[in-house]
Structure formats: C-alpha cells, structure tokens
C-alpha cells in the first residue's frame, strides 16, 4: 500500500488574471486527517475541485490513492467520498431513495454501512430530504461520501451553517468513523475553534501558497506570542519568523514563528518578557492578516 494518500507536486491554477493556487505542493500520508485552512476566497474549494478530476489544473500533479485526477477521475471517483460545502441532494427523495439511486454508480457501495450510519447519524429514513434539518443534510451527506468505502475522504467546509454544537457532534462522528477506520481525511475550513481536535496537521493556504504546514501540536509549541515593554523591544532588531507586531501604549506583544530561539536571545540580554501560548486561531489570524511595521525602528542585531 502506498504511504502517501495524497500528493500535490506544483500545483498552478489560474482564473483570467487571478493566480489561486501558485506552484502549491502538499502531502497526507496514509491515514491522516489534514485540515487546510484558507480564508475566503483562498483557493481551497479550487484545490478540492482539481483533486477530485472536476476543474483543470494550469500546472503540477496530482496522485490521490494511485490515481491521476486529470487521467482517472472515474476511478478517483470510486476511491474517493467527497462532501461538498453546498451539496445539493435531490430534495424530493427520501435518504433511503437516494441510497438506493447511488448504488449503481459505485461498485464497493456498501448499504449495510449506509443503514448503519443513517441510524447512528438519527437520519430519518423517509423523510423527505428538502425537510431534513442542515445538520441532518450534512450527515446524510457523509453518509453517502462513505458508504461507498472511500480510502481518502475530502470535506469541503463540511461543518459550514452548522451551529457550534452541531459542528462539534459532526466532528466527534467524523473521528469516529473516519479516523477509527484508518482514511486518509482531507477537509477545508475556515472555522478553527473545532479543527484541532480533529486534525493531526494543518495547512495554510494564503496568496495562492501553502505558507504553513505542520502537525498542530508543533505549530502550537513553535508559534508563541511574547509580551515586550518598548524599552525591552528598542534592544532587539526583528527576528526571524516574525508574523504580527501590534503596540498597546507602552507594550508591545509581537507573535513569531519559531520564538524559541528570539526567547532564549531576549533572557541572555536580560530583557524582560512573558511569553504567551496561542489558539489555532490565533496563530491563523498572525499568519493571514499578521503585520509587522509597528515594530520600532533602533535595536541590536538579534542572532537567531
Ligand atoms: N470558475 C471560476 N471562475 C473564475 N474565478 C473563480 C472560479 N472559481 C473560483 N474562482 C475564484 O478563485 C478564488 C478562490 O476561490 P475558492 O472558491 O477556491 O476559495 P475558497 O478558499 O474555497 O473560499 P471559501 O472559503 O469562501 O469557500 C476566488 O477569487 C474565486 O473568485
């Protein structure tokens, strides 16, 4: 079996004059769960969309599970269980109708398994789909993404609409089935609170590039955000790494990428610092919208 479940070589995609996705290149190993995380309009649903066979890339490979996307997307389509962040179902029919429609387009279909889930789920069988709650949409939708035994799962914003509880139950169902059973789980979002529960690295796409890519615990113990008065900041020129620089009158707290070493550069000059962990969140918002100017102009050279 092949150790990496997804891997993107230089991926390029460009709509008229918008570069989305600039030599981009990321790999899941086998059963992993990666969240890629973007802001609007960062380019994840485009990247999503090319892996599964659906857009054309300008430029670089694609392999999910063996298969070339712009080569095999039919037998992509197989391997491979996708939720959309707006899939539309056929609101008429029953998840029981639509289950029984799907089959013929997937061999391994499984509807054991869907039956299983559409109970655990608490799916009703015969309703209507168009009168299913979003939450309920969204697990029939995961539903159908997996009863077919999908190796590598795609999810794009799968929780969107839902509200916090809701996001939270979709995400103990998603480690549950997905990540017990050992596939390789690739999900977009933008909404972070949740993310680190479920996945064991993240990507950040921004500017058309993956800017970061990490298991969450390591971004968390590298990224930290360290508490300066401006006298203490005035001897140090900015590090490496640095990210955001925001001053509160006679404080300044700076976050960076890789702190250890600007720490252990601030305590043998002696300057007076406190250093503060970060949220997920918090450390997205330094990567994305993160400035740097406010840092003071005089300082010492900072070897790090
Ligand atoms: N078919 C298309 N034609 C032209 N531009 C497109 C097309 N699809 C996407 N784009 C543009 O590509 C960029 C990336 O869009 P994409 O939907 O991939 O972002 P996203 O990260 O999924 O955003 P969101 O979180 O809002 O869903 C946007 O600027 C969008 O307007």
């Known amino acids: 079996m092949l150790e990496t479940a997804i891997k993107i070589q230089q991926l390029h995609k460009t709509f008229g004059k918008n570069v989305v996705l600039e030599n981009v290149s990321l790999e899941i190993p086998r059963g992993e769960t990666l969240a890629l995380l973007g802001r609007n309009g960062a380019g994840k649903t485009t990247m999503i969309r090319m892996l599964l066979g659906l857009l054309k890339p300008d430029g670089g490979s694609m392999e999910i599970d063996g298969c070339d996307p712009t080569r095999d997307a039919i037998e992509l389509r197989r391997r491979v269980g996708y939720l959309a962040e707006d899939q539309t179902m056929y609101g008429w029919m029953t998840p029981v109708e639509l289950c029984h429609f799907l089959t013929p387009f997937y061999p391994a279909w499984h509807q054991e398994l869907a039956d299983d889930y559409l109970e655990r789920f ?62 390789t789980v690739l999900f977009s979002s933008h909404l972070l609170d949740e993310v680190e529960a479920v996945a064991d690295t993240v990507a950040i796409l921004d500017g058309g590039r993956i800017i970061r890519q990490s298991s969450t615990e390591t971004l968390r113990s590298e990224v930290k955000r360290i508490v300066l008065t401006s006298d203490g900041i005035s001897q140090v020129l900015p590090p490496q790494g640095l990210r955001d620089v925001q001053r509160f009158e006679d404080q300044f707290t700076v976050t960076i990428d890789g702190a250890a070493d ?9 300057v007076d610092h406190e250093v503060v962990d970060l949220s997920l969140d918090e450390i997205f918002e330094a990567f994305v919208i993160g400035r740097t100017q406010a840092w003071p102009q005089s300082g010492t050279p900072v070897v790090v």
């Open 122 to 183: 608490h799916i009703p069988r015969h309703q209507r789909i168009e009168q299913l709650s979003k939450g309920q949409n969204v697990k029939l939708g995961l539903t159908l993404a997996l009863a077919h035994q999908p190796n590598v799962v795609i999810l794009d914003d799968p929780a969107l609409g839902l509200d916090t509880i809701a996001r939270k139950e979709f995400n103990r169902d998603l480690i549950e089935h997905l990540q017990a059973a050992g596939r």
């Open 262 to 270: 600007f720490v252990e550069h601030l305590t043998e000059l002696g």
